[in-house]
Protein backbone atom coordinates (compact mmCIF):
# COMPACT_ATOMS: atom_id res chain seq x y z
CA UNK A 1 0.00 0.00 0.00
CA UNK A 2 1.18 3.27 0.25
CA UNK A 3 3.33 4.94 2.38
CA UNK A 4 4.27 8.04 3.96
CA UNK A 5 4.18 11.09 1.37
CA UNK A 6 5.41 14.64 2.25
CA UNK A 7 5.57 17.73 -0.33
CA UNK A 8 7.72 19.43 -1.54
CA UNK A 9 10.68 17.41 -1.43
CA UNK A 10 12.73 20.22 -1.80
CA UNK A 11 12.11 23.94 -0.55
CA UNK A 12 14.65 26.84 -0.77
CA UNK A 13 13.41 29.65 1.46
CA UNK A 14 14.63 33.40 1.45
CA UNK A 15 15.32 33.92 5.01
CA UNK A 16 12.38 35.92 6.70
CA UNK A 17 10.16 33.89 4.85
CA UNK A 18 7.05 31.85 5.67
CA UNK A 19 7.12 28.08 4.55
CA UNK A 20 4.52 24.91 4.50
CA UNK A 21 5.39 21.78 4.60
CA UNK A 22 3.09 19.06 4.00
CA UNK A 23 2.35 15.50 5.53
CA UNK A 24 0.11 12.56 3.99
CA UNK A 25 0.22 9.46 6.38
CA UNK A 26 -0.26 5.96 6.12
CA UNK A 27 -4.26 5.53 5.49
CA UNK A 28 -5.78 4.74 9.18
CA UNK A 29 -2.88 5.39 10.75
CA UNK A 30 -3.89 7.59 13.95
CA UNK A 31 -0.61 8.99 15.14
CA UNK A 32 1.56 11.31 13.33
CA UNK A 33 5.28 12.45 14.11
CA UNK A 34 7.31 15.41 12.75
CA UNK A 35 11.12 14.90 12.99
CA UNK A 36 13.82 17.68 12.21
CA UNK A 37 17.10 15.99 10.93
CA UNK A 38 20.13 18.24 10.53
CA UNK A 39 23.17 17.56 8.19
CA UNK A 40 24.88 14.65 9.09
CA UNK A 41 23.15 13.65 12.76
CA UNK A 42 19.95 11.84 13.61
CA UNK A 43 16.49 12.61 13.50
CA UNK A 44 15.16 14.96 16.45
CA UNK A 45 11.39 14.80 17.80
CA UNK A 46 9.36 18.17 16.75
CA UNK A 47 5.59 17.18 17.52
CA UNK A 48 3.23 14.62 17.62
CA UNK A 49 -0.31 14.02 17.11
CA UNK A 50 -2.58 11.18 18.01
CA UNK A 51 -5.36 12.00 15.51
CA UNK A 52 -6.31 15.53 15.45
CA UNK A 53 -5.07 16.47 18.82
CA UNK A 54 -1.47 17.58 18.91
CA UNK A 55 -0.07 16.14 22.24
CA UNK A 56 3.17 16.63 22.70
CA UNK A 57 5.01 19.85 21.09
CA UNK A 58 8.24 19.71 23.32
CA UNK A 59 10.32 19.34 20.82
CA UNK A 60 9.40 22.80 18.71
CA UNK A 61 12.53 24.87 18.52
CA UNK A 62 10.91 28.09 18.65
CA UNK A 63 7.22 29.68 18.22
CA UNK A 64 8.23 30.23 14.55
CA UNK A 65 7.11 26.58 14.14
CA UNK A 66 3.94 25.72 14.18
CA UNK A 67 1.97 22.48 13.20
CA UNK A 68 -1.33 20.96 12.45
CA UNK A 69 -3.65 18.24 11.33
CA UNK A 70 -7.51 19.25 11.81
CA UNK A 71 -8.94 16.83 10.03
CA UNK A 72 -6.77 13.69 11.73
CA UNK A 73 -5.27 12.80 8.55
CA UNK A 74 -3.11 15.34 6.72
CA UNK A 75 -0.38 17.52 8.91
CA UNK A 76 1.13 20.78 7.72
CA UNK A 77 4.53 22.27 9.66
CA UNK A 78 4.73 25.59 9.45
CA UNK A 79 8.06 27.64 10.20
CA UNK A 80 7.52 31.42 9.65
CA UNK A 81 10.07 33.88 9.84
CA UNK A 82 12.64 31.24 8.24
CA UNK A 83 16.65 31.26 10.00
CA UNK A 84 19.55 29.77 8.50
CA UNK A 85 19.38 27.62 11.26
CA UNK A 86 15.89 25.57 10.28
CA UNK A 87 18.22 24.28 7.04
CA UNK A 88 17.54 20.61 7.57
CA UNK A 89 15.16 17.54 6.09
CA UNK A 90 11.63 17.40 7.84
CA UNK A 91 11.00 13.72 8.04
CA UNK A 92 7.16 13.01 8.50
CA UNK A 93 6.49 9.25 10.45
CA UNK A 94 2.81 7.78 11.12
CA UNK A 95 1.99 4.77 12.95
CA UNK A 96 -1.28 2.75 14.24
CA UNK A 97 -1.84 3.78 18.05
CA UNK A 98 -0.88 2.18 21.15
CA UNK A 99 2.30 0.61 21.76
CA UNK A 100 2.51 -0.25 17.52
CA UNK A 101 2.76 3.75 17.95
CA UNK A 102 6.27 3.56 18.45
CA UNK A 103 6.14 1.48 15.18
CA UNK A 104 6.74 4.32 13.05
CA UNK A 105 7.15 4.86 9.22
CA UNK A 106 8.75 7.77 7.63
CA UNK A 107 8.01 9.55 4.38
CA UNK A 108 11.08 10.89 2.22
CA UNK A 109 11.47 13.78 3.82
CA UNK A 110 11.30 17.25 2.55
CA UNK A 111 14.87 19.11 2.77
CA UNK A 112 14.93 23.30 3.47
CA UNK A 113 17.29 25.51 2.29
CA UNK A 114 17.25 28.91 4.12
CA UNK A 115 19.41 31.27 2.04
CA UNK B 1 17.85 12.31 30.38
CA UNK B 2 17.55 9.50 28.20
CA UNK B 3 20.23 8.91 24.87
CA UNK B 4 21.39 6.46 22.96
CA UNK B 5 24.80 6.53 21.48
CA UNK B 6 26.26 5.11 18.61
CA UNK B 7 30.06 4.79 18.97
CA UNK B 8 31.05 4.35 14.83
CA UNK B 9 30.59 7.10 12.72
CA UNK B 10 31.56 4.86 10.07
CA UNK B 11 32.21 1.01 9.22
CA UNK B 12 34.19 0.10 6.63
CA UNK B 13 33.56 -4.24 5.39
CA UNK B 14 34.55 -5.45 2.46
CA UNK B 15 31.49 -7.32 0.73
CA UNK B 16 30.47 -10.81 1.77
CA UNK B 17 31.66 -10.06 5.67
CA UNK B 18 30.09 -9.72 8.56
CA UNK B 19 29.29 -6.70 9.99
CA UNK B 20 28.17 -5.72 13.49
CA UNK B 21 26.43 -2.24 14.32
CA UNK B 22 26.95 -0.89 17.90
CA UNK B 23 24.31 0.50 19.55
CA UNK B 24 24.30 1.87 23.57
CA UNK B 25 21.09 3.37 25.25
CA UNK B 26 20.63 4.85 28.19
CA UNK B 27 17.13 4.46 29.97
CA UNK B 28 15.53 3.76 33.20
CA UNK B 29 13.78 0.74 31.68
CA UNK B 30 13.41 -1.56 29.27
CA UNK B 31 12.88 0.29 25.75
CA UNK B 32 11.51 -0.11 22.57
CA UNK B 33 14.31 -0.45 20.35
CA UNK B 34 14.54 -0.03 16.55
CA UNK B 35 16.97 -0.07 13.72
CA UNK B 36 16.50 2.02 10.43
CA UNK B 37 18.08 2.50 7.12
CA UNK B 38 18.57 5.43 5.21
CA UNK B 39 19.98 5.58 2.00
CA UNK B 40 20.88 8.84 0.39
CA UNK B 41 17.70 11.05 -0.20
CA UNK B 42 15.64 8.70 1.33
CA UNK B 43 13.70 8.47 4.14
CA UNK B 44 13.98 5.98 7.14
CA UNK B 45 13.17 2.50 6.66
CA UNK B 46 12.38 0.14 9.27
CA UNK B 47 14.71 -2.94 9.56
CA UNK B 48 14.31 -4.52 12.88
CA UNK B 49 12.49 -3.75 16.09
CA UNK B 50 12.42 -5.36 19.57
CA UNK B 51 9.20 -4.61 21.63
CA UNK B 52 9.64 -7.84 24.75
CA UNK B 53 10.07 -11.69 24.64
CA UNK B 54 12.79 -12.97 22.40
CA UNK B 55 15.87 -11.17 22.71
CA UNK B 56 17.12 -11.81 19.40
CA UNK B 57 15.35 -10.28 16.73
CA UNK B 58 15.32 -10.82 12.69
CA UNK B 59 14.44 -8.13 10.85
CA UNK B 60 14.49 -7.20 6.66
CA UNK B 61 17.23 -8.06 4.25
CA UNK B 62 18.74 -10.55 6.44
CA UNK B 63 19.35 -8.11 9.62
CA UNK B 64 19.43 -9.26 13.08
CA UNK B 65 20.23 -7.15 16.33
CA UNK B 66 20.67 -8.96 20.05
CA UNK B 67 18.93 -7.03 23.22
CA UNK B 68 21.36 -7.38 26.13
CA UNK B 69 19.60 -5.79 29.56
CA UNK B 70 22.69 -6.27 31.07
CA UNK B 71 24.84 -3.75 28.57
CA UNK B 72 21.60 -1.78 27.59
CA UNK B 73 22.59 -3.07 24.23
CA UNK B 74 20.98 -3.39 21.17
CA UNK B 75 23.64 -4.04 18.21
CA UNK B 76 22.85 -4.74 14.80
CA UNK B 77 24.41 -7.88 12.95
CA UNK B 78 24.41 -9.70 9.17
CA UNK B 79 26.45 -12.53 8.55
CA UNK B 80 27.49 -11.60 4.86
CA UNK B 81 27.37 -7.78 3.61
CA UNK B 82 26.29 -7.52 -0.10
CA UNK B 83 26.88 -4.34 -2.03
CA UNK B 84 23.69 -2.51 -1.86
CA UNK B 85 23.94 -2.50 2.34
CA UNK B 86 25.63 0.86 2.26
CA UNK B 87 23.92 3.31 4.06
CA UNK B 88 23.51 5.30 6.82
CA UNK B 89 21.79 3.42 10.28
CA UNK B 90 20.18 4.66 12.65
CA UNK B 91 19.46 3.17 16.39
CA UNK B 92 16.51 4.50 17.96
CA UNK B 93 14.80 4.54 21.16
CA UNK B 94 11.69 4.42 22.69
CA UNK B 95 9.98 4.57 26.24
CA UNK B 96 6.02 5.65 27.31
CA UNK B 97 8.13 6.99 30.32
CA UNK B 98 9.08 9.70 27.96
CA UNK B 99 5.85 9.88 25.69
CA UNK B 100 5.56 8.24 21.84
CA UNK B 101 8.31 9.86 20.11
CA UNK B 102 11.72 8.31 19.07
CA UNK B 103 15.39 9.16 20.29
CA UNK B 104 17.90 8.78 17.77
CA UNK B 105 21.79 7.91 17.48
CA UNK B 106 23.46 9.89 15.65
CA UNK B 107 23.91 7.08 13.05
CA UNK B 108 26.57 4.74 11.49
CA UNK B 109 27.75 5.07 8.11
CA UNK B 110 28.29 1.79 6.27
CA UNK B 111 30.97 1.92 3.42
CA UNK B 112 31.06 -1.66 1.76
CA UNK B 113 34.15 -2.34 -0.29
CA UNK B 114 34.54 -4.94 -3.27
Known amino acids: GAGVSQSPRYKVAKRGQDVALRCDPI?????LFWYQQALGQGPEFLTYFQNEAQLDKSGLPSDRFFAERPEGSVSTLKIQRTQQEDSAVYLCASSRGGEASYEQYFGPGTRLTVT | AQSVTQPDIHITVSEGASLELRCNYS??????LFWYVQSPGQGLQLLLK??????LVQGIKGFEAEFKRSQSSFNLRKPSVHWSDAAEYFC????????????FGAGTILRVKS
Open chain 2, 27 to 32: YGATPY
Open chain 2, 92 to 103: AVGAPEYGNKLV
Open chain 1, 27 to 31: SGHVS
Open chain 2, 50 to 55: YFSGDT
